[in-house]
């Protein structure tokens, strides 16, 4: 049962930085298709970014260009850096892992159908 720990999420101002963290229980993100995403109160959960075993990196337009997705295989832990961070960037954040495709990743990535393992989720709120 593969488990994932998301943590540093919290509160800053517009324009401010964030680094997202997603431990996992076992050796997965050499062998799985990870991603992140986000829910905001009343909204469908959104695909941010996913990276594949190989570290191929793919993002939504919403997110191109401020957020960057990245893992640490000896550790075991997905990163999510964000910068020049929006009020509309607040929501509860997670991480995600599918292990259907050997490692590479759904052409539809961004479904969260897509993803059998979940963490728990953290906190970003971000302040005008």
């Known amino acids: 049962q593969v488990r994932l720990e998301e943590s540093g999420g919290g509160s800053v101002q517009a324009g401010g930085s964030l680094r997202l963290s997603c431990a996992a229980s076992?050796?997965?993100?050499?062998?799985?298709?990870v991603a992140w995403f986000r829910q905001a109160p009343g909204k469908e959960r959104e695909g941010l970014a996913v990276?594949?075993?190989?570290?191929?990196?793919t993002y939504a337009d919403s997110v191109k260009g401020r957020f960057t997705i990245s893992k640490d295989n000896a550790k075991n832990t997905l990163y999510l850096q964000m910068h020049s961070l929006k009020p509309e960037d607040t929501a509860m954040y997670y991480c995600?892992?599918?292990?259907?495709?050997?490692?590479?990743?759904?052409?539809?990535?961004?479904?969260?159908?897509?993803?059998?393992?979940w963490g728990q989720g953290t906190q970003v709120t971000v302040s005008s």
């Open positions: 995600a892992a599918d292990d259907r495709r050997s490692g590479y990743c759904s052409p539809e990535w961004f479904g969260s159908y897509e993803y059998g393992y």
């Open positions: 990276i594949d075993k190989e570290g191929i990196a």
């Open positions: 076992t050796v997965i993100y050499s062998r799985y298709c």
